[in-house]
């Protein structure tokens, strides 16, 4: 037997329940709209962060975009992104942002930034102003997410 979580959009929720209905070899254990309730409101702060990184000019360069991704997939608490392509799909779709880099300007930086998240060294530069740049742009994307403003 398998086990399989599904995220269903409400509009398609009542047909596919009834294409569930029709197969007796499937059970449905659990509805979990506190999951549900969860995620919309992680959504929500990640994107008000967002364009308030946009607002303080923190995303100076379309690759900044990049940093977020790679500090998102590193804590269990956040979503993760398996490619470039699931990240923008998750940031114009669901967040409803526009203006993002294209996907080889983030599939060309996830792999730069090294060692603890907030200290990282990046392979594609030795200057420690643009270093430093970057781990406040992760540093304050977490602060607006954890203070909510």
Not at 81 to 95: H, M, P, R
Not at 120 to 144: A, Q
Request: aromatic content about 8%.
């Amino acid at each position: 037997m398998k086990q399989v979580i599904l995220k269903i959009d409400d509009s398609a929720y009542e047909k596919f329940m009834g294409m569930v209905s029709l197969c007796p070899q499937v059970e449905v254990v659990c509805v979990d709209e506190t999951a549900v309730a969860k995620e919309g409101k992680m959504a929500e702060r990640i994107r008000h962060a967002i364009i308030q990184l946009r607002a303080e000019k923190l995303l100076a360069r379309k690759f900044d975009y990049a940093w977020l991704k790679v500090a998102m997939n590193s804590l269990d608490d956040m979503p993760t992104f398996g490619s470039a392509q699931s990240y923008l799909i998750y940031l114009k779709e669901d967040l409803q942002l526009d203006n993002l880099p294209c996907e080889s300007t983030i599939s060309k930086r996830m792999d730069m930034a090294r060692g603890p998240i907030f200290k990282w060294t990046f392979s594609d530069t030795d200057d420690e102003h643009e270093i430093t740049r970057r781990n406040n742009i992760v540093k304050r994307f977490f602060n607006l997410m954890r203070t909510g403003i």
